[in-house]
């Protein structure tokens, strides 16, 4: 058997395998309704996680956030240590005035009675924008040795503590970081 008979012999073959339907044409593919049942399927599952994912974005950008706090946290604590009122505001804490602390997502860092608000703004989701999240020292009364533990938003005091300043939080707790909800 040559080339030419074996190549017509396997095209035949592969002929016989293609299927037909029962008008008796052939099959290729994927019918307009199936793909378009693929695509609604893959948009619901879109829908789905789309909101998660933005969610995350939103508590990141909190967590980015909360380090510019630690330039107001030793002066707190030296208060709190030494069993002195704590700054009522920044310049008792011997910091810039609230406007001048920014960062790329926090828009001022203003101290009051000892808590840290953190305003967001500049480059922060829109979301955060104009939103303030409390950082609030908690100290043991009469044992000033033991070191402040800081109460980040909605979270819960330590037993045994006593926490000083306002919680200012607006953020939606949903959207907070599990260590400040």
């Given amino acids: 058997m040559g080339l030419r008979t074996r190549s017509i012999a396997i095209i035949a073959g592969m ?38 994912y933005l969610d995350s974005i939103v508590r990141r950008q909190i967590a980015d956030a909360l380090p510019l706090a630690d330039v107001a946290k030793p002066a707190i604590q030296a208060a709190a240590r030494l069993g002195a009122p704590l700054p009522p505001d920044n310049a008792a804490a011997g910091l810039p005035e609230p406007d001048k602390m920014v960062s790329n997502l926090v828009s001022s860092v203003t101290v009051q009675d ?4 953190l305003q967001f703004g500049n480059n922060a989701n829109g979301t955060l924008k104009g939103k303030t999240l409390s950082l609030r020292p908690a100290v043991v009364e009469g044992a000033p040795v033991v070191p402040v533990a800081w109460i980040c938003g909605m979270a819960k005091v330590p037993d045994k503590m006593t926490v000083r300043g306002t919680n200012r939080t607006d953020i939606p707790t949903g959207l907070l970081p599990l260590s400040c909800r």
């Fill in 15 to 52: 002929a016989s395998l293609r299927q037909t339907t029962p008008c008796g044409r052939a099959s290729r593919g994927f019918t307009l309704v199936e793909l378009m049942v693929v695509i609604a399927v893959i948009a619901i599952l879109s829908l789905i996680a789309l909101p998660s």
């Fill in 114 to 117: 000892g808590a840290i608000h």
